[in-house]
């Protein structure tokens, strides 16, 4: 499946959090589950990307992120 490399899995668990609101890095930390670097580079592109913005203590989603998180929830649809 499309999502077996953990860092793509972590991308849309990442969006799927935030979908519903900001996060702190210790929530979204503990409700992936993987490790410091994987969650450090999950974001780190996901804000080079403008898909998540970091605020004073949290990320949030931007449209654009919210548009890929739409996209990547139709795929998986579609790959099961």
Excluded: A, W
């Amino acid at each position: 499946m499309i999502f077996d490399n953990r860092e793509n899995e972590c991308i849309l668990l990442v969006l799927r959090i935030l979908d519903n609101k900001p996060s702190r890095y210790s929530v979204l930390f503990k409700q992936t589950k993987v490790s410091h670097t994987t969650l450090q580079n999950v974001l780190k592109e996901l804000l080079k990307n403008e898909f998540v913005l970091k605020g004073d203590i949290e990320y949030i989603i931007t449209i654009k992120g919210k548009n890929l998180f739409r996209k990547l929830e139709e795929l998986v649809k579609i790959l099961r």
